[in-house]
């Protein structure tokens, strides 16, 4: 049974920081992409940043240069370390495992696995 498990979401200041994790359990972790999706209230989910098994990473414009995402293959834990928050990053935020290819990394229907999601909060 696949199980992915985020947490380290809570309510930030603007230009704060805050780092997520997503623990895995019955995915093979280090042949899988991993990624990073968002959701905000009435707003499709949208891509944030993706772990192509450690090759490459890859950002939304919106948080390149403010977000960085890494995993830990021996802890099978993907984490998204976020900088410099806005009231923008407000979301519900998703881990996601796959077999995406490239030319799908931003696509949510290209990830099989979910987590249940983390809430982040930066006011106005």
């Known amino acids: 049974q696949v199980q992915l498990v985020e947490s380290g979401g809570g309510l930030v200041q603007t230009g704060g920081s805050l780092t997520l994790s997503c623990a895995t359990s019955?995915?093979?972790?280090?042949?899988?992409?991993m990624a990073w999706f968002r959701q905000a209230p009435g707003k499709e989910r949208e891509f944030v940043a993706c772990?192509?098994?450690?090759?490459?990473?890859y950002y939304a414009d919106s948080v390149k240069g403010r977000f960085t995402i890494s995993r830990d293959n021996a802890k099978k834990t993907l984490y998204l370390k976020m900088d410099t928050l806005k009231p923008e990053d407000t979301a519900v935020y998703y881990c996601?495992?796959?077999?995406?290819?490239?030319?799908?990394?931003?696509?949510?229907?290209?990830?099989?696995?979910w987590g249940q999601g983390t809430q982040v909060t930066v006011p106005t």
């Open positions: 772990d192509r098994r450690t090759t490459n990473t």
């Open positions: 019955g995915v093979t972790f280090s042949t899988h992409t």
């Open positions: 996601a495992a796959g077999r995406a290819i490239l030319s799908t990394i931003r696509n949510p229907d290209a990830y099989a696995y």
